[in-house]
């Protein structure tokens, strides 16, 4: 039900923007998360935005690099990624959940979007 898409190849110190496509049902009163898995590891928190956009909550080691927002006309949430490292190479995913903010407990995920950061 969310696609993600925006992801690719790119140097350390380049940008991206990554977008998830919701249902309009979902995302007029959902939460937004984005998520990330590397390889061989566990999948993280990385940021996520509440339904009217009116507040974010970012895991401390993107915070000031990327940021979430959501347009309520295109029915589209963003992950502005900036200033890439390659510690940053992982798919990432977008998801949805009733209610406020949290890190975890998401309803609705979509497929991931693959970025890769050389250095």
């Known amino acids: 039900q969310l696609q993600a898409s925006g992801g690719g190849l790119v140097q350390a110190g380049g940008s991206l923007r990554l977008s998830c496509t919701v249902p309009g049902l979902i995302f007029s009163s959902h939460t937004l998360g984005w998520f990330r898995q590397a390889p061989g590891a566990e999948r993280a928190f990385v940021a996520a935005?509440?339904?009217?956009?009116?507040?974010?909550y970012y895991a401390d080691s993107v915070k000031d690099r990327f940021t979430i927002s959501r347009d309520r006309v295109k029915n589209t949430g963003y992950l502005q990624v900036n200033n890439l490292k390659p510690e940053d190479t992982a798919i990432y995913y977008c998801a949805a959940r009733r209610g406020g903010i949290t890190t975890d407990l998401y309803d609705y995920w979509g497929q991931g979007t693959q970025v890769t950061v050389s250095s």
């Open positions: 935005v509440t339904w009217s956009g009116g507040a974010t």
